[in-house]
């Protein structure tokens, strides 16, 4: 990172314990200022908002350059965990978590998009049009009178995958605890089990998102959340995922080993035995590879073996990399 770490919560101007409700509502004030696609010439019979901001002397591009990252994380439940406890610095290299690795953040540099998300539009007038056209949906109960339904923020939860299952790919059935209605009148809820499908593709990668649309808590005020699942890796006992499909797996040997050869062998993902021969002199930075040897490159889109066509070639692997660790004992 060549620039010092940014403070997220002074970019959007909020306290460090401010609910997501306060950090949206503070981001939107600010974007509605320094949207870019504002044109004043149609702005002269209101009152101007483009006034000036908490981060002056910035020019308006890095302004809006920033609250758009720290919304991108502070916006995100499961980034602002981790930022919170890492810092900048944390949520860009990945963390080594209790039972499994986070891949690092990456911001992906769209800033349109990210305003898209929180507005529902790419225009900076696209509210008061959509109120005069689409009036929102509303909502009327005894308990809560009449008002604005809107959408629950995704709850997001980390799914731990054994290497193995990587490898083989397997169906996960992720069960969740959630309000569903009682009555045909959509009233009351009582908490319910639902049990949600995962399909893991063989050589699923560490971050892959699976979401699955308004499964949320039911409630006659609120639109439901999206429940999304994000992968992350076991660790394993014998192997270590290396860019994305490589396997890694470190052997001990004994100083004449490492001078004069040895062979040993491997037990698989698959539960295969791998005969290895060593007849170079092993120093600090040797390795063997062993191609095609680690886990499958995940397809976006898999094609079952009876409807592969004649003459496609069968599913790509990563290597097995074998680095050594040398004991003079």
Not at 65 to 75: C, F, K, P, S
Not at 90 to 112: A, S
Not at 144 to 150: A, E, L, P
């Amino acid at each position: 990172m060549i620039r010092p770490e940014l403070d997220y919560y002074a970019v959007l101007n909020v306290p460090r314990d401010a609910p997501k409700e306060d950090i949206t509502l503070s981001y939107r004030k600010l974007a509605i200022q320094l949207c870019p696609h504002r044109d004043p010439k149609y702005e002269r019979d209101f009152v101007s908002i483009l006034g000036p901001t908490h981060m002056q002397p910035l020019s308006l591009n890095r302004q809006w350059e920033y609250i758009n990252m720290a919304y991108d994380v502070l916006g995100n439940d499961l980034h602002r965990a981790i930022y919170d406890r890492f810092g900048e610095a944390g949520l860009f290299q990945g963390i080594q978590l209790p039972n499994g690795y986070f891949p690092p953040y990456q911001y992906h540099g769209d800033h349109m998009k990210v305003y898209h998300d929180v507005f529902g539009s790419y225009s900076p007038y696209a509210n008061i049009i959509d109120i005069v056209t689409n009036p929102p949906l509303l909502y009327s109960t005894l308990e809560h009178g009449i008002g604005v339904r809107t959408k629950d923020p995704p709850v997001e939860k980390i799914i731990y995958l054994e290497l193995e299952e990587v490898f083989k790919g397997c169906t996960k059935l992720m069960h969740v605890w959630r309000q569903e209605f009682l009555d045909s009148k959509e009233e009351r809820t009582e908490k319910r089990k639902k049990t949600l499908k995962l399909k893991i593709q063989p050589g699923t990668t560490p971050g892959t998102r699976f979401c699955f649309k308004e499964e949320g808590d039911r409630s006659p005020t609120k639109i439901p959340a999206d429940i999304i699942f994000i992968t992350a890796d076991k660790p394993h006992p014998a192997f270590e995922r290396s860019q994305h499909h490589n396997l890694v797996y470190t052997h001990n040997i004994t100083l004449k080993d490492a001078l004069v050869g040895f062979s040993f062998t491997i037990r698989t993902l698959d539960k295969r035995s791998i005969k290895v021969n060593i007849s170079d002199v092993v120093n600090p930075d040797y390795i063997k590879v062993m191609p095609r040897e680690g886990l499958p490159i995940c397809e976006n889109i898999p094609i079952a073996p009876d409807m592969r066509p004649a003459g496609v070639k069968k599913k790509k692997f990563g290597d097995l990399i074998i680095k050594f660790q040398v004991f003079s004992f």
